[in-house]
């Protein structure tokens, strides 16, 4: 189990207002929006989510990174859990040709809008039974997605990840350092039901038995 980082570059990209977030519409209202993971979320306001989720290259070198580190190559198979509309998984077998891909998100909208090429390897699922084989996968992902689960079914998922995982897992979450850390995720976030530091994430990850690779999101 070792911290990489390869998404708080692409994280650390992308301009903040935080006090605006709360001050500018009813938060606790987008946020209910917000936890339907619909079309509001995807494609609606930025008050309620991403304000538009379109593709624009912007996963290529985080594709092209997982590959590498984790010695990636035809015929393997790789799960994303919380795949949104695919843009990684296409960016990854863009990459990687003969790669094998498999997608699972709540919502019903994302698969409905996720990218054609990708769009038959996806289905709605929940993290917490995921309906594949045991040992299935070389690689299985979740990125900015487990902290959206309250505690109960984040251990489910946790089992449930390693029990289809066959070698690597790599997961990335939001966590805090500092008291700045902590008001700017709560002013920022829509759906997180989890709010640790990386003390407590790297506790959970032993309770529930996780040996897989992590990174954690910092709201700076």
Known sequence: ????????????????????????????????????????????????????Y????????????????????????????????????????????????????ISSYAIEHSMPGVRPFLQVGNATSLPFPAQSFALVLAINTLHNLRLPDLEKAFHERSRVSKKHAYIVTDAYRTEREKVNLLYWQLTCECFFTPEEWEWLFAKCGYTGDFEFIYFQ
Not at 3 to 24: D, G, M, S, W
Not at 76 to 85: A, E, Y
């Open 1 to 52: 189990m070792a911290c990489v980082e390869f998404i708080t570059q692409l994280h650390k990209a992308t301009p903040r207002n935080y006090l605006l977030r709360v001050t500018e519409a009813n938060k606790a209202a987008c946020a209910e929006i917000a936890k339907q993971f619909g079309k509001d979320y995807f494609d609606g306001d930025r008050t309620c989510g991403y304000g538009g």
């Open 54 to 105: 379109k593709y624009d290259g912007r996963w290529q070198a985080v594709a092209g990174k997982l590959i590498q580190h984790y010695g990636l190559k035809s015929g393997d198979r790789v799960l994303d859990i919380g795949c949104g509309k695919g843009f990684l998984l296409h960016d990854m077998i863009q990459a990687l040709p003969g790669l094998e891909i498999a997608g699972l998100d």
